[in-house]
Structures are given as structure tokens and as C-alpha cells.
């Protein structure tokens, strides 16, 4: 089983709509969370860190339940320029590194 | 802030050739960079995780021989693939972690690799 697993999509929305993602990871001993973006042929850039309490950024809220081991992102009245690829990160700070979920494609049409 | 380069940008060379890719860090210092390989359509995988003056460490299947990491400062971190054959041909991506204790990592642009 992936340490980090996301649905790859590609979902294909209508500018406007709100689209939902979902990640789990399988170990508990995580403790950090977050979601990058990385469109065609470049890095990965922060979208935004995922906490116990839900936040959100904008059109962008994140959610996290640990007991579930579950996260989630959510985009409201989306954009053309939302297209990209929606990664699922998870971190343990015993070892300093990240691991990446496979991504989400995501495709708004105008 | 948080700027990480990463020098060439693309790179092509002929099989068995050595080819050197540059990280830094421009405005802070990491003590930990990281580097990682990314093949069509598939997610980043981490490589090392590379400590300043001290050895890389390696996942596993990673070659240590084959991908060499030198970490010599708080703002420079090199990856070397040595005798590149068509299947390291990939995107290559390093990171920095500007805060260990909160996991945040700031990537740098990437160098895409195409060995002929």
C-alpha cells in the first residue's frame, strides 16, 4: 500500500464549479500535512498546509482528520488558472523529509 | 523569501558522461536539502536527503554510487549522475528545508536530463 494515495483523476470541471479532492496516508505518525501544486514541466509549489482545526486560503479550504488519517481539499468557484496537478504531502519531522501522494489532475474548461 | 536555484535548467549528454546539477538555497541556510526524481506523469520520488558535511542518505533502490551527493555548505547541495545511461533521463527537482521542525520545503525549478 502507498504511504500517500490520491484519486489521479483527471477530473474535468466547468469554470465556476467547486471540486473536492481526497488523500489518505497510512501512517499515523505523521505530522504535517499539505497540499502542493505543480503544473506542466515545473516544481511543485506550497498551496497551503493542511491543520488539525481546517483552514482556508481564499477559494481553498483544507481539511484534515487523523483519526480517519484523511485529508482533504477543497476549491470553490474555480478557475482556468486552477488547472494543474493537486499533490497530496505528508511529512514526519523525526526524519525531516516529505512524501508525495501520486497527484490529482485537475482540468477546468471554460 | 526562501529562493532555491537549481543550475542547468536542461541538460542533454550522451550516454556514459557525468553530468553535475547545482542546488542553492539564495536567501536562507539549509542544513537538509533534498533531491528528487520526477518520470512522466508520475509523482516526485525522493532520491536522498542530503546533510550538510555529512553523508547523503539514500532511499531505497537508489544508487548511491550511481547518483553522488556532495552537501559542502548551508546553501549548496550537488547531485552527480554518474555514466548517465537513456534511463536516467528524467526531471530532476531539489529542495531545501528551510525549518526542520515544521517540514516545509521550498523546491527549486528543476533540470530536466535527456541522455542520448
Known amino acids: 500500500r502507498k504511504e500517500v494515495e490520491q484519486d489521479p483523476g483527471p477530473f474535468n470541471v466547468p469554470e465556476g464549479a467547486t471540486v473536492a479532492f481526497n488523500c489518505t496516508y497510512s501512517?499515523?505518525?505523521?505530522?504535517?500535512f499539505f497540499w502542493y501544486r505543480q503544473d506542466c514541466r515545473k516544481e511543485p509549489k506550497l498551496l497551503m498546509s493542511?491543520?488539525?482545526s481546517g483552514n482556508e486560503d481564499g477559494r481553498f479550504t483544507a481539511q484534515l482528520n487523523r483519526a480517519s488519517q484523511y485529508i482533504s481539499l477543497l476549491i470553490r468557484d474555480s478557475k482556468l488558472s486552477d488547472s494543474a496537478t493537486y499533490l497530496c504531502?505528508?511529512?514526519?519531522?523525526?526524519?525531516?523529509?516529505?512524501?508525495f501522494g501520486s497527484g490529482t489532475r485537475l482540468s477546468i474548461r471554460p | 523569501g526562501a529562493v532555491v536555484s537549481q543550475h542547468p535548467s536542461w541538460v542533454i549528454c550522451k550516454s556514459g558522461t557525468s553530468v553535475k546539477i547545482e542546488c542553492r538555497s539564495l536567501?536562507?541556510?539549509?542544513?537538509?536539502m533534498f533531491w528528487y526524481r520526477q518520470f512522466p506523469k508520475q509523482s516526485l520520488m525522493l532520491m536522498a536527503t542530503?546533510?550538510?558535511?555529512?553523508?547523503?542518505?539514500?532511499e531505497q533502490g537508489v544508487e548511491k554510487d550511481k547518483f553522488l551527493i556532495n552537501h559542502a555548505s548551508l546553501t549548496l547541495s550537488t547531485l552527480t549522475v554518474t555514466s548517465a545511461h537513456p534511463e536516467d533521463s528524467s526531471f530532476y527537482i531539489c529542495?531545501?528545508?528551510?525549518?526542520?521542525?515544521?517540514?516545509?520545503?521550498?523546491f527549486g525549478p528543476g533540470t530536466r536530463l535527456t541522455v542520448l
Open positions: 529542495s531545501a528545508d528551510r525549518d526542520s521542525d515544521y517540514n516545509e520545503q521550498f
Open positions: 501512517n499515523s505518525a505523521s505530522q504535517s
Open positions: 493542511v491543520y488539525s
Open positions: 504531502v505528508v511529512g514526519y519531522s523525526s526524519a525531516s523529509k516529505i512524501i
Open positions: 536567501d536562507f541556510q539549509a542544513t537538509t
Open positions: 542530503s546533510n550538510e558535511g555529512s553523508k547523503a542518505t539514500y
